[in-house]
């Protein structure tokens, strides 16, 4: 029993002299990264999760970079000390560095997110009170192909702007002031951005900007059935690992924050809209013989037909004089009732923050129903166009866009029913049409079954209509047989060219350009093309 007794108090008191060993190691080490020293508003960026496309490829991720600072009051020979960092960081500021190391404080920063090279440098020069800290810094493997859906993070790796302020507002922010994830690996977040399509389509506005000599440009693709945003540009972008570029005043997101007047693409929703009253068809016909006058203002068309004309011939001759009779005869307020269904009244809302309100008349008069008719007098945000034009042509119901992925049964609970599904039969017709015979052929790609409507708009200066100045955009969808997508493409101040005899017109511009895009996303979004047909004994033939 006693030898049990000895070897029972020798192994207890092992055990304690280790505990108290420890204890004062603890006690007298210096620790590597002094959190404990920060001083308010001097933080350690957080850690963030990867941001994916649909397909998973990497959009947005960390990386570790080293930062330098200091300990003022473990520091001696400050001057001598500061003309040392300057041999390596040139750019620090002496005046503002004195100020700092000359402080009583216990941590200051020297400089953010310096080079493994820099800080081999600094370290060989053994300045006492100079120390290292590893953080988190945001990349963007892309760069500007996302920037406006992503949007970008400050030096403190938070959420500044679009999807990234998002993830801030929603989970990240509070989760990092809890002081849960500082470095801990977070679960990616997937958007329902297809890399191949944003860069196809990035490619062709680009190149469009430049054939057009247009000041700037914006576009997206849409899953008609499900809101998901496979695909949205706004041109001139930006490098998020620089934001200062984003606030410059030409680098907006045309695409949710900018609001337009939209010209004839509008004209599409007055056609849904009369075809909705079930009192007028595709083939009701409305005098457009001659212009319209109300008051001082003059209603005409740009290639006046000058005749009797049913919603066909309006629709496809894009007849202003036709869409306005058309509007009038639903009546002003079924008119703003309608435009209401469709969401036009209200600031669409995303899981990006920025988003413009639209403009509507504070005084709603006959007149404002009839140019509103055919897209001029209220002003909308290109998605809300992009939304409501998928309900057009997706059997009539009205799903709510978004940039993260949602199942079809989800997109199905949260559909509203705005239009019937005959009406939206009539409408894929009318699209179909315009490519075929109206002012959209150039939109056409053989084996995609294009539709949509153009829109040729005077943009406001100075409170005036110019005569110099248009924005063209174009409201199409493929197939329309069975439609799955829905492009949009908008250009800013377009130039005639000699290709298109002079022309900035939306027919010479905007629609080839459209249909240049889906001749490329088609194939990626695995849209098969409808086979050419052939003579039974003569070769298949496929348009791809």
């Known amino acids: 029993m006693r030898n049990r007794l000895i070897l029972a108090m020798t192994a207890f008191a092992a055990v304690y002299l280790v505990i108290s060993g420890r204890l004062v190691l603890l006690a007298t080490m210096t620790p590597s990264t002094p959190i404990h020293y920060l001083n308010p508003g001097e933080q350690v960026s957080h850690a963030r999760p990867d941001i994916l496309d649909r397909v998973g490829n990497v959009l947005a991720t960390d990386i570790n970079v080293p930062s330098v600072y200091a300990e003022p009051?473990?520091?001696?020979?400050?001057?001598?000390?500061?003309?040392?960092?300057?041999?390596?960081?040139?750019?620090?500021?002496?005046?503002?560095?004195?100020?700092?190391?000359?402080?009583?404080?216990?941590?200051?920063?020297?400089?953010?997110?310096?080079?493994?090279?820099?800080?081999?440098?600094?370290?060989?020069?053994?300045?006492?009170?100079?120390?290292?800290?590893?953080?988190?810094?945001?990349?963007?493997?892309?760069?500007?192909?996302?920037?406006?859906?992503?949007?970008?993070?400050?030096?403190?790796?938070?959420?500044?702007?679009?999807?990234?302020?998002?993830?801030?507002?929603?989970?990240?922010?509070?989760?990092?002031?809890?002081g849960l994830a500082r470095n801990t690996p977070l679960e990616p977040v997937r958007l329902s951005i297809d890399l191949r399509a944003q860069h196809a389509m990035r490619d062709e506005l680009m190149a469009a900007m430049d054939k057009f000599h247009s000041i700037a440009a914006a576009g997206a693709i849409m899953d008609v059935h499900t809101g998901e945003m496979l695909a949205m540009v706004s041109l001139p972008d930006f490098d998020p690992e620089r934001p200062v570029e984003a606030l410059q005043k030409d680098r907006i997101n045309r695409m949710t924050t900018g609001v337009y007047e939209l010209g004839s693409a509008f004209k599409a929703f007055t056609t849904a809209m009369a075809l909705e009253t079930g009192r007028i068809g595709i083939n009701t016909t409305f005098d457009a013989r001659s212009p319209i006058r109300v008051g001082s203002n003059t209603?005409?068309?740009?290639?006046?037909?000058?005749?009797?004309?049913?919603?066909?011939?309006?629709?496809?001759?894009?007849?202003?004089?036709?869409?306005?009779?058309?509007?009038?005869?639903?009546?002003?307020?079924?008119?703003?009732?309608?435009?209401?269904?469709?969401?036009?009244?209200?600031?669409?809302?995303?899981?990006?923050?920025?988003?413009?309100?639209?403009?509507?008349?504070?005084?709603?008069?006959e007149v404002n129903t009839m140019t509103i008719a055919f897209g001029h007098g209220m002003s909308v945000a290109p998605i809300q166009a992009v939304a409501a034009g998928a309900a057009l042509i997706n059997g009539g119901r009205m799903i709510p866009p978004t940039f993260v992925p949602r199942p079809v049964e989800l997109a199905d609970m949260m559909g509203e029913q705005v239009i019937s599904q005959e009406t939206s039969d009539k409408m894929r017709y009318l699209m179909?049409?315009?490519?075929?015979?109206?002012?959209?052929?150039?939109?056409?790609?053989?084996?995609?079954?294009?539709?949509?409507?153009?829109?040729?708009?005077?943009?406001?200066?100075?409170?005036?209509?110019?005569?110099?100045?248009?924005?063209?955009?174009?409201?199409?969808?493929?197939?329309?047989?069975?439609?799955?997508?829905?492009?949009?493409?908008?250009?800013?101040?377009?130039?005639?060219?000699?290709?298109?005899?002079?022309?900035?017109?939306?027919?010479?511009?905007?629609?080839?350009?459209?249909?240049?895009?889906?001749?490329?996303?088609?194939?990626?979004?695995?849209?098969?093309?409808?086979?050419?047909?052939?003579?039974?004994?003569?070769?298949?033939s496929v348009s791809y």
């Open 73 to 178: 009051v473990k520091m001696f020979g400050i001057d001598d000390a500061i003309e040392e960092l300057r041999t390596v960081l040139p750019d620090l500021d002496p005046a503002d560095l004195r100020t700092k190391l000359s402080s009583d404080k216990q941590f200051v920063w020297v400089k953010r997110e310096i080079t493994p090279s820099e800080k081999a440098a600094i370290h060989a020069l053994g300045i006492p009170g100079i120390g290292f800290m590893e953080e988190n810094k945001r990349v963007y493997p892309a760069g500007p192909i996302t920037s406006h859906i992503l949007g970008y993070v400050n030096i403190d790796n938070q959420g500044i702007a679009g999807f990234e302020k998002h993830l801030d507002t929603e989970w990240l922010g509070a989760l990092h002031d809890a």
């Open 299 to 365: 209603i005409g068309d740009y290639h006046a037909e000058n005749r009797i004309m049913t919603v066909e011939d309006i629709y496809i001759h894009s007849s202003n004089i036709g869409t306005a009779r058309m509007a009038m005869a639903v009546g002003v307020e079924g008119h703003k009732a309608f435009l209401r269904k469709l969401g036009f009244f209200d600031r669409m809302t995303t899981e990006l923050p920025e988003s413009g309100a639209p403009i509507v008349p504070e005084r709603w008069r």
């Open 432 to 540: 179909r049409l315009n490519v075929t015979k109206g002012t959209a052929k150039k939109a056409n790609v053989p084996g995609y079954e294009v539709g949509g409507k153009t829109g040729t708009a005077e943009k406001v200066v100075n409170g005036r209509y110019s005569s110099t100045k248009v924005l063209t955009t174009f409201l199409s969808t493929f197939p329309t047989s069975d439609p799955k997508y829905l492009v949009f493409v908008m250009l800013d101040e377009p130039q005639g060219i000699k290709e298109t005899y002079g022309y900035r017109t939306s027919g010479w511009n905007v629609a080839p350009t459209a249909g240049n895009i889906i001749a490329r996303v088609a194939p990626i979004l695995g849209v098969v093309p409808e086979l050419a047909p052939v003579a039974s004994d003569g070769p298949l």
